[in-house]
């Protein structure tokens, strides 16, 4: 069964400090790893899509990274705008199925 | 831009009530998605079309059925609702060759 586990659940920066967070995922034949930004009572914003291993992708503030196993989303130099909830979803088999993850809800302090 | 619209953003409706849940995307796409969200489950798939007419089941789609008439409009059929469908409804689309889903607002239903 294709699983996606976000870490942590939530994370405090201060505004300046950098972080990641992690996204481990297991599935057989991963066909996309997809970042979406959700803020409350919002649908999910789409960020990031990473294909294969070693891939990386940049936005602003944000960097994602893949790896066989895992995805890191950098986040540098946040600002109190980024404060959001970042869900991270894989695609695998032969159809466009996302399985996402719970999310890390990030709350950036001035 | 991809836009896709949901009909309501909130909704409150009684036990045993039949609920309809509309969505429309812009983009001409040939896949259409209903999620449920809720806290400590994450998304969970409902149902999904990849053509007019077409549909297939998502991993909850209990107590759940879908329409699509049209190529733009996707909508999700509460036949009968229950308190514990009380969540937030999303809405995504996506094209045929591409993979990402683009989402709408939500619609957060209270069923009492």
């Known amino acids: 069964e294709d699983q996606v586990t976000q870490s942590p659940e939530a994370l405090r920066l201060q505004e300046g400090e950098s972080s990641s967070l992690n996204c481990s995922y297991t599935v057989s034949g991963l066909r996309g790893l997809f970042w979406y930004r959700q803020d409350p009572g919002k649908g999910p914003e789409f960020l990031f899509t990473l294909y294969s291993a070693g891939e990386e992708k940049e936005k602003e503030r944000l960097k994602a990274t893949l790896t066989k196993k895992e995805s890191f989303l950098h986040i540098t130099a946040p600002k109190p705008e980024d404060s959001a909830t970042y869900l991270c979803?894989?695609?695998?088999?032969?159809?466009?199925?996302?399985?996402f993850g719970t999310g890390t809800r990030l709350l950036v302090s001035p | 831009d991809v836009k896709v619209t949901q009909s309501s953003r909130y909704l409150v409706k009684r036990t045993g009530e039949k609920v309809f849940l509309e969505c429309v995307q812009d983009m001409d796409h040939e896949n259409m998605f209903w999620y449920r969200q809720d806290p400590g489950l994450g998304l969970r798939l409902i149902y999904f079309?990849?053509?007019?007419?077409?549909?297939e089941k998502g991993d909850i789609p209990e107590g759940y059925s879908v329409s699509r008439e049209k190529k733009e409009r996707f909508s999700l059929i509460l036949e009968s609702a229950s308190t514990n469908q009380t969540s937030m409804y999303l809405c995504a689309s996506s094209s045929g060759q591409g993979r990402t889903q683009y989402f709408g607002p939500g619609t957060r239903l209270l069923v009492l």
């Open positions: 079309s990849y053509d007019v007419k077409m549909k």
């Open positions: 979803a894989v695609q695998a088999g032969g159809f466009q199925k996302l399985v």
